[in-house]
Structures are given as C-alpha cells and as structure tokens.
C-alpha cells in the first residue's frame, strides 16, 4: 500500500488542490538546493549547466511540436500558426516580453513555467 494515497485522498475531500501544492513544494524545496549548488561552484559555471540542462531539452520538445503542427496543417490544407518570431521567442523562454504566444498554449502552460524559474 502506497502511504501518501490516503494524504491526497484527505488533501481532495478539503478540495485542497494537489497539485499546485506539489509546485509550491517544488519550489520551495529549489529556493533551498539552488544556493547550496552554488555554495562550491561560482555563478558562471551555474548558468552554463543550468543552460545545458533546460535549453536542448526545450528545443526538442518544440522542434517535435512544429513537426505535429506541420503534419496537421499539410493535411488540413492549412499554414503553420506560427511564424519564425514566434518559434524563436519560444525557443529561449522570451514569449512573455516581446508579447508573442506560446507554441503550447493548448497543452498545459509548461513553457511559461520553465520561463520563470
């Protein structure tokens, strides 16, 4: 038997949703990781393993999106939605300042996550 099925089951009867408070446990546990990492290591180095953890990640997950996209459109006699600023605001978590969409506005809202982390 699985312990934390009878917490979430108490969480959902008090209609706590679950969750965001796994996200505010998420970060609530990075705002303590993050400065022990850098504890040993300077700030350069952070945000170069920082980049190559996030960013070839984010460009292959868009790059299959665009691919989908591009299959739906050619068989719907359709153009592609989106134009080459709006891939590339994407492509480096920029959308929310130069006020283009986000590629995956219908599936969840998880690039404007990453975007402010």
């Not at 303590?32 to 945000?47: D, K």
């Not at 006699?77 to 959308?95: D, E, I, Q």
Request: a positive charge; hydrophobic letters at 55%.
């Amino acid at each position: 038997m699985v312990p934390w099925i009878g917490v979430l089951g108490v969480l959902a009867r008090r209609h706590i949703a679950t969750g965001a408070l796994g996200v505010l446990l998420f970060f609530l546990v990075s705002g303590f990781v993050i400065p022990f990492s850098l504890e040993h290591r300077n700030l350069r180095g952070f945000f170069v393993r920082r980049f190559f953890r996030l960013y070839p990640t984010l460009w292959i997950c868009l790059l299959l999106t665009m691919t989908m996209l591009a299959v739906q459109a050619h068989f719907l006699g359709t153009a592609l939605p989106f134009g080459k600023r709006t891939v590339g605001a994407n492509a480096f978590l920029l959308s929310s300042y130069v006020r283009a969409p986000w590629i995956e506005r219908s599936s969840g809202h998880w690039l404007w996550r990453s975007s402010s982390i």
